[in-house]
């Protein structure tokens, strides 16, 4: 005969109480047996009404039956509630709310010590590296913060999306996969309830995975901020370096620009006034003798070879010698030429069609490859090895 009552624990389908294996998928009953209705091992169900000192044989044979015959164990008694997927009365609490989300991504203050060993693990061997340890981000670190809480806040919305806690706000948000523990999770051999369980480790897991997660987000944004910087610090000491130039082109022109008619004819009435004077005052300037010079004024120059260049001693961090160059001590650099022409990180040494070396190329690469990540095309400059003579001797 055929309980309604039991169910195969593998596929769910009707099985008799008497069965040893399933007709439908083959499953042995022997090792585990049919469950209920409400998911609980009637096996063991047997078990417990045999143990049970308060009835009789004839009544501990009768609940069997009744539980054989697909009868509701929790409403008889003989065992606990396996499908609520609620926690017990004691350790339930209060519901997240959307503010509570990753309270470690929220109190974060991006100073990790972690975060930033990545960074330079990161970095290690390029400009970006170099500049870090010479400081030139720090007068930029209020800007890194204000744009890491904007993306600090993308990443809640969409912590929040992935949580359950607020709808997503446009149709690509509905692309979040939500990541929210079961409803219902009870063994289906003994029916008892682990969503109890189940909800401390997702607390456990969830809280530990925000801590790193924050490490990321601070590591991974200050490195691209980083580098973003120093790509637009570079264009802006162009555009600086171009601006100087023009102000010097206009400078000039306007000296070497002709004077206008008027001008010179208020100086050609000037000068014969002046050809007009007679008496005394004619004939005693042109007695006065002309005065000479005791001696000839020294030349500002330094020499055949160019003025003496001042002497410039780098004292930070070895990381940070070229930026420190790049920005004190370019005028240390040897002008055999004694052209009077400052050098400039900007100022392009060669050209070609694959593009144009600059000072600070030169400087970068030495301070981190030495004379051999130099390119041939930077030694066709002469100024390449007075560049190299400046920065060691600083």
């Known amino acids: 005969m055929s309980m309604g009552g039991v169910y195969c624990p593998t596929c769910e389908a009707g099985v008799e109480v008497t069965a040893t294996f399933c007709l439908s998928c083959g499953h042995d009953l022997t090792a585990q047996g049919p469950i209920t209705a409400t998911g609980h091992d009637l096996n063991q169900l047997k078990d417990v009404i045999r143990l049970r000192d308060d009835l009789s044989m004839a009544e501990k044979f009768d609940m069997i039956a009744r539980v054989e015959d697909g009868a509701d164990p929790i ?77 600090r806040k993308a990443t809640l919305e969409l912590l929040k999306v992935s949580q359950g806690l607020v709808l997503p706000a446009n149709e690509a948000l509905q692309s979040v996969p939500i990541m929210q523990p079961p409803n219902k999770s009870f063994c289906p051999k003994c029916g008892s309830d682990i969503h109890a369980n189940a909800m401390l480790q997702w607390r456990k897991w969830s809280d530990t995975s925000t801590e790193v997660l924050t490490m990321q987000l601070e590591a991974a944004m200050r490195t691209s901020l980083m580098h973003l910087s120093a790509s637009y610090r570079d264009k802006i000491q162009d555009l600086q370096d171009q601006l100087s130039d023009a102000k010097k082109a206009v400078e000039g022109a306007k000296k070497s620009a002709p004077v206008p008619a008027k001008a010179n004819e208020k100086k050609d009435s000037k000068e014969k006034g002046e050809e007009k004077k007679t008496g005394k005052a004619a004939a005693a300037t042109k007695a006065a003798p002309k005065k000479t010079n005791a001696a000839p004024a020294k030349p500002k120059s330094g020499g055949l070879f160019g003025a003496k260049k001042p002497k410039k001693t780098y004292e930070g961090e070895p990381g940070g010698k070229a930026e420190w160059f790049l920005e004190e001590a370019l005028d240390t650099v040897y002008d055999p030429h004694g052209t009077g022409k400052p050098v400039k990180g900007a100022m392009i040494l060669a050209r070609s069609s694959e593009g144009n070396v600059r000072v600070r190329d030169v400087i970068r690469i030495y301070a981190v490859e030495g004379e051999e990540g130099i390119s041939d095309l930077a030694w066709t400059s002469p100024l390449t090895k007075y560049l190299i003579e400046a920065y060691d001797a600083c």
């Open 75 to 151: 409403a008889l008694g003989i065992a606990a509630a396996a499908d609520d997927g609620d926690l017990p009365a004691e350790q339930t609490g209060p519901s997240p709310a959307a503010g509570d989300v990753a309270p470690a991504l929220q109190n974060a203050t991006w100073d990790s010590t972690a975060a930033n060993a990545a960074i330079e693990l990161a970095t290690e061997g390029s400009k970006v590296n170099d500049m870090k340890k010479a400081g030139v981000f720090e007068k930029e670190d209020e800007t890194f913060v204000e744009a890491m809480n904007l993306g």
